[in-house]
Nanobody, 120 residues
Framework: QVRLVESGGGLVQAGGSLSLSCAASGSIFSVNTMTWYRQAPGKQREWVAQ???????NYADSVVGRFTISGDNALNTVYLQMNSLKPEDTAVYYCRGVIRTTTPQFGSYWGQGTQVTVSS
């Protein structure tokens, strides 16, 4: 079994910064990708940023230049550094891992989410 736990959310003023963490634990053999998503009230969940085991990263246009995704070598812990935050960044942020377990099998695993609120 694999578990993902996000942390680091909170309330910040516009223009401020927050750093989110996502820690994966359990029967992990390897992590293929880790991705951050967010869901604002009344809106669909949207993709924010992704990091692959190769180290390559990708970002949604709305966060390019403001957010940075990183992780440890095994991607068991990934981070989302969020700078120059805007009120429209307010959402619940989730991490999702595509992970090969020790079974072995690939699976998609989600964390429970962490709230980020940006005040104007």
């Amino acid at each position: 079994q694999v578990r993902l736990v996000e942390s680091g959310g909170g309330l910040v003023q516009a223009g401020g910064s927050l750093s989110l963490s996502c820690a994966a634990s359990g029967s992990i053999f390897s992590v293929n990708t880790m991705t951050w998503y967010r869901q604002a009230p009344g809106k669909q969940r949207e993709w924010v940023a992704q990091i692959a085991s190769s180290g390559s990263t990708n970002y949604a246009d709305s966060v390019v230049g403001r957010f940075t995704i990183s992780g440890d070598n095994a991607l068991n812990t990934v981070y989302l550094q969020m700078n120059s935050l805007k009120p429209e960044d307010t959402a619940v942020y989730y991490c999702r891992g595509v992970i090969r377990t020790t079974t072995p099998q690939f699976g998609s695993y989600w964390g429970q989410g962490t709230q980020v609120t940006v005040s104007s």
